[in-house]
């Protein structure tokens, strides 16, 4: 079984970040256009705030690198430790409407909150009934006062309050519906429904903000609409909801109803992925992390034009 099957080419303008300088000049515009940076340490997930700054964390530094929208880094934000403004192994960051960055502190069984300046503000210890809740990624409700975390230490859902308190939860192991086999990334969409990667049971669940089950995106599989091992989820503000497996090296692309509609990233086009992993979607552009690679591509994605008609036999 190959992942081509019945997946449909497409053409993007795509421009890819990482280090601390320019390796190129910027996209043209030109469909399949590619600018590279370089030196990015395990990039595992991106998030977009005011001014387009471009959050990336760097899990191998213990850091959150931020680029300005034209791909300049300016800062780091944090550096290894357990102390304030400190971070160690994180994987996730959620960014809320007024710039503020949570970061997934997974080594330190919290998140870290700093300001849209980058100035640290404060931690927020993770516990569900006096255990500690081990965070892979956060994602900020619209109105910026709920925190949705994925904890797969425990293979749940947890919301908190923007000052940590738990508020609720839901999950647990299994299979069924609104269960888990370790939760990834997660992502909110303008209704506050709740999107969620459930990596070993090779799907996508979208729940509402309380946590009612409404909708399971794909199965195992090496075809369209199927995944192997997914990672990264972003769901755009048109409703499209883009899935990364970072085993095929592919984002996967479905509407608001769970339909597959497209692909990116198939091999022998300009557009490929190294292990893509932790997305975000803001306005036109979709921000794609290559952990393995050091990089975090910027695209614009484009449907694939319709098929042609096929002519009519002549008479």
Known sequence: MTHKQNIL????????????????????????????????????????GKGDQIYVVEGGNHQIAVFDALGTRVISLGMPGSDDGQLLGPLGVGISGKGEVYVADKGNNRLVMFDAKGKFRRSIPLEEEGDDVVPVDVAVSPKGKELYVTANNSHKVLVFSNKGELLRSWGGEGEDDGQFRFPATIDIDAAGNVYVVDVLNARVQKFDPAGTHLLTIGELGGKAGTFFRPKGIAVDGTGKIYVSDSFLGVIQVFDAAGEFLYVIGEEGTATVFETPVGMTAKGTRLYVTQMLAGKVAVLEPQAPPPPAPAEEAAE
């Open 9 to 48: 080419a497409l053409t993007i303008a795509i421009l890819t970040l990482a280090g601390s300088a320019l390796a190129q000049e910027m996209s043209t515009g030109v469909p399949n256009q590619r600018t590279e940076f370089d030196g990015l340490s395990m990039p595992s997930d991106v998030g977009v």
